[in-house]
């Protein structure tokens, strides 16, 4: 198996962008080219929104998080933030509802990032990173799972490991406290699954976070450069890989209760994805271990 891991390894997935991602459509439709987390920020908070086929339930998420993200400003002038939805290849309306959020709020506050090919939530993720101006930068699911106010959170989580190495530290939402009642609505197969994938996140990758996989994270601006500069799995265990490579890199992370509800329309397929994602579990651990992948950094072009 560790040959088989090691053989496989694609080294680095590709960080180029295709020439029409170097790029957005403004609130006034014309065309300005994508910032670069490699500049100096300008921004507090970016919000980073990945997006495949969300045009039902994108909406709820946008109208809770920027009601929450104004009424802020409104208390504190001096903050600013913005929110970077990154269509990841959809095949329905995503960007055009994205779009009429751009145009209420601003491109300032509201950019769609429209990527040419489904590159998996992971790779979405990575492109709103690398295109955010904030200090702190959250990743935040489409569906509105968890409640945005909860990012008061997450940020105290963040704030309460300071002093920050190299200015580097992650918080992440959980959902573990509500283990039981969500066990109490599974059937035993969908549990069984759920304790398996647990336990390979514990034994092979993660083991001081019990949830990896809730998508509200908040990292510093340096955090967040370092660990998806580093990535290597696109699709659904790439939150895990994110913490594996954190815990290497010994940057601090706190793991902070959330409030979260399940919204139908999940893109996971129960059986399928949990197979995928125990081999790519599998394949994390022996690809490090094995030297087939390194903790490098690259610059996206």
Not at 29 to 47: A, F, N, Q, W
Not at 114 to 140: D, H, P
Not at 268 to 285: A, K, T
Request: charged share 30%; with cysteine.
């Amino acid at each position: 198996i560790c040959m088989i891991a090691h053989v496989t390894a694609v080294k680095m997935p590709p960080l180029h962008r295709q020439e029409e991602e170097k790029f957005f459509v403004n609130s006034e439709g014309r065309k300005e080219s994508v910032p670069s987390i490699h500049d100096p920020p300008t921004k507090e908070l970016s919000v980073v929104v990945p997006s495949y086929n969300e045009e039902d339930r994108l909406p709820l998420m946008m109208d809770e998080a920027l009601d929450f993200l104004e009424k802020r400003q409104k208390r504190d002038p001096s903050f600013t933030y913005e929110v970077i939805v990154v269509d990841d290849g959809s095949k329905d309306q995503t960007t055009k509802v994205a779009m009429k959020y751009c145009k209420k709020y601003g491109s300032d506050k509201v950019r769609v990032l429209s990527l040419v090919k489904n590159r998996g939530k992971g790779g979405a993720v990575r492109m709103g990173v690398f295109s955010s101006r904030g200090k702190k930068i959250l990743m935040a699911d489409a569906d509105g799972a968890t409640k945005f106010a909860d990012i008061e959170k997450v940020e105290e989580g963040l704030k309460n490991l300071q002093p920050w190495p190299n200015q580097m530290a992650i918080s992440c939402g959980s959902r573990a406290h509500l283990e039981k009642d969500s066990i109490a609505k599974r059937s035993y197969f969908r549990t069984l699954l759920m304790y398996g994938f647990h336990f390979l996140v514990w034994f092979l990758c993660v083991k001081e976070i019990r949830d990896t996989q809730c998508g509200f994270k908040l990292f510093t601006r340096e955090a967040a450069l370092r660990t998806f500069s580093t990535l290597h799995v696109e699709r659904w265990a790439f939150d895990v890989e994110l913490l594996y490579i954190a815990q290497h890199l010994r940057i601090p992370i706190a793991e902070v209760a959330v409030n979260w509800t399940e919204i139908e329309g999940s893109k996971l397929v129960p059986f399928w994805s949990w197979l995928q994602m125990g081999r790519d579990l599998l394949f994390i651990r022996l690809r490090y271990m094995t030297g087939a992948w390194q903790l490098e950094t690259r610059k996206c072009n």
